[in-house]
Each structure stands twice: as structure tokens, then as C-alpha cells.
């Protein structure tokens, strides 16, 4: 990068942290450069670092979306009669769960919606949705035309958000130079290459409800539930709805509009659970272990509960059910039938270089899973 280009892009750090917001355009040319890897290592660390500090704006992720998007990611068309979803976290909460949206995913598959993923190994967290997904054998570095043939006959898929298959100009470099929460959290988990119009996103604090589903309507979702759930005492936040205390949400309805709301678990009829029931175990194998046990219908406990209520604002998205009460119910009836199992065998199978590896893999961690 020339010395004046070096400049300007400084000037624009130094806006940033002084706490003055740049525009969609200024976010789309910043992040360009970011791609291209034009600014010295320290300028794009500090970029990220003062856009985080300041708090992003609808407009600067939005454009930030539009740089990865059209410069770092490939294009793929699932060939699907129903409308593609897609449901993931930003990471950046302040309390760290286990990997909610990933089981709810496989529930909402085995409803028949079609689960376009795409997600990223841990950043802020222990456990990443493509980490324990390749601990259960889906094959997460595979080349995006098996996750296409995975959408199309398993009806789920997952495109890993670091593999430079999916992003092979740049976006594989910065995660993995980071360890702290970036616009990236939410800009690049958007840049998904089956570009779904339906999605339940959890974002890491209540203010960003609004913008985030800002964003989501301006890159031409349908419809989207943005989430973001708390804890009993309201101190801490997570990017899932909550069964421990309230959960607030952002509606994109289809007509543009965005309609907020809130509920507790009470008004859902599901009992309050605790912290530490939730919580991270900050280990892989342990927390694959016991997920299989939840999708298996051993685990009825409050880790079920939060899953189930995850699953449902998908189903209630998709309008297969009329409340998310409804949909809650429907998650825990096709548990319990057996069909996410099911699904996630489905899966293993569909998503991969090697199913027979893959579900080999699978079937050995169930039956931990069903012994413990």
C-alpha cells in the first residue's frame, strides 16, 4: 500500500476511534483493501480493533457484508423446492453456552426446512459450530458442491466460513489471526454462499437487535429473527433465546417492517433453568458427547429446553407452526421420535468425502453417548 493510501486508511482508524461512523460505501472500499491484504498487518488489527470499540453501525457491517461477498466468497445454488435458512451466532457474548445452534439446526432439518449453515471454528468461544461438527464426522473442509449435494439430499449443509474452498481470498487469513470479536462476527457469519432469504441470527447485545435485522432486510433476507437472550439476573447475554431469563428478538417481517419483542420462559411455559446447566464445558469431546446424549432423548434437562426453544423460533419462521410455544413442542416430539438423529446420520452421510469414516465416527460417540 502506497504511502497516501496508508493515510487515508489511518484517517479512517482515527475516525473510528474518536467514535464517528463511517459509511456503508467507506466500510465496503476499508474492508476491500482488508481482503486484498494492502494494509500492513497492524492497520488491519487496529481497524477491526476501533470499529469493535466503537460499536458497529447497520451501515458499516452492511458494507463490510458487501466486501466479503463479492470479493471472498463463492456463489452456490442449492436446488431446492423450499426456501433456504440459515441460523448461527455471533459470538462476542457475555456468557458462553454450549453449542445451542447447531443442535437446533439438525431439529429444524428433521422438520423439513432447509438448513443452509455457515459457521466458523471457535473465535470467542471453546467450541465452534464447525468444530463439533467435525467431531461428530460431517466432513467440514469439503469443497462447497458437497455441501450443495448435502442441502439438496439431506436437506442440511454447512459451509465452513474458514476454509479457503469457501472464502479462498482472505477471510480464512484474518479469523484465524484474531481472538476477540470483530465486525466479522456478524458481517462474515451473513456472507453465507447459498445467500439464504430466511434466518434466526443471536447477536451478543440487545442493541444490536435492530441493526442487525437492518442489515438483513437491506442484503434481501425475507424474513429473519435476530436474537438475544439473558441470563436470570439480566447481566450477562448470550447470542441464543434464553431459558434461564428474558429473550428479546427483531422481527423482519416479509412486509419490510421490523417488529421487537420480548418473552420469559414462563410465558412459553418452560421452567427457568440455571447458569451453569447451559454453560460451556470448554471441552470438545465432552461437549460432543453430551449433545449426542440431548439429540438421542437422554438429556431432558434445561440443556433440551434451551435447544428446543432454539429450534423453535426456526419452525416458527418458517411458519410450520403458529407460536413459538407450538414450536418448542414440536422440537421435543421429534427428539423424542428419533428423528434428529436421524437427521444429523443423514448428514454425516450426505456431507462428506468418506460417509463411511464419517458415520463410523458418529456411531462410536453415540454409543458413549447412550452408556454415560
Not at 180 to 196: D, E, M, Q, R
Not at 200 to 213: C, D, H, I
Request: aromatic share 6%.
Amino acid at each position: 500500500m502506497c504511502a497516501e493510501k496508508a493515510k487515508e486508511f489511518g484517517s479512517v482508524i482515527t475516525r473510528l476511534i474518536q467514535s464517528q461512523n463511517i459509511t456503508r460505501k467507506e466500510a465496503k472500499a476499508v474492508f476491500s483493501e482488508i481482503l486484498r491484504n494492502e494494509p500492513s498487518p497492524m492497520n488491519q488489527g487496529a481497524f477491526l480493533a476501533a470499529l469493535a470499540a466503537k460499536g458497529e453501525t447497520a451501515e458499516e457491517i452492511a458494507g463490510s457484508w458487501e466486501a466479503i461477498y463479492e470479493l471472498d466468497t463463492v456463489k452456490v445454488n442449492p436446488e431446492t423446492e423450499l426456501p433456504l435458512v440459515d441460523n448461527s451466532g455471533t459470538g462476542m457474548d457475555s456468557f458462553k453456552t454450549f453449542n445451542i445452534s447447531t443442535a437446533a439446526s439438525i431439529i429444524a432439518a428433521a422438520n423439513g426446512i432447509r438448513m443452509a449453515k455457515h459457521g466458523s471454528r471457535a473465535i470467542t468461544s471453546y467450541c465452534g459450530t464447525i468444530d463439533i461438527l467435525e467431531e461428530l464426522g460431517v466432513d467440514v473442509e469439503c469443497h462447497p458442491e458437497i455441501v450443495k449435494k448435502s442441502i439438496e439430499k439431506a436437506g442440511i449443509g454447512i459451509f465452513n466460513g474458514m476454509s479457503p474452498q469457501v472464502h479462498p481470498q482472505a477471510l480464512g487469513r484474518i479469523l484465524a489471526q484474531i481472538s476477540f470479536g470483530t465486525v466479522l462476527n456478524i458481517a462474515a457469519s451473513l456472507a453465507n454462499p447459498a445467500l439464504p432469504q430466511y434466518g434466526v441470527r443471536g447477536v451478543y447485545a440487545k442493541e444490536m437487535l435492530e441493526p442487525v435485522a437492518r442489515v438483513m432486510k437491506e442484503i434481501g433476507y425475507k424474513k429473519a429473527l435476530v436474537v438475544h437472550g439473558v441470563t436470570e439476573d439480566g447481566t450477562l447475554g448470550m447470542d441464543e433465546a434464553s431459558n434461564l431469563g428474558e429473550t428479546f428478538i427483531a422481527e423482519l417481517k416479509e412486509d419490510g417492517s421490523i417488529l421487537k419483542y420480548s418473552f420469559t420462559p414462563e410465558d412459553l411455559g418452560i421452567k427457568r433453568g440455571r447458569k451453569e446447566e447451559i454453560a460451556s464445558l470448554n471441552n470438545l469431546k465432552e461437549e460432543t458427547i453430551r449433545m449426542l446424549a440431548l439429540l438421542n432423548g437422554k438429556d431432558w434437562g434445561a440443556r433440551s429446553d434451551i435447544v428446543c426453544l432454539n429450534a423453535a423460533l426456526i419452525v416458527y419462521l418458517m411458519n410450520q407452526v403458529s407460536t413459538i410455544r407450538e414450536g418448542f413442542e414440536k422440537a421435543q416430539e421429534i427428539i423424542a421420535a428419533g428423528k434428529a438423529m436421524e437427521k444429523l446420520r443423514d448428514w454425516v452421510a450426505a456431507q462428506n468425502h468418506n460417509p463411511e469414516k464419517g458415520l463410523a465416527r458418529l456411531e462410536k460417540l453415540t454409543r458413549k453417548a447412550l452408556a454415560g
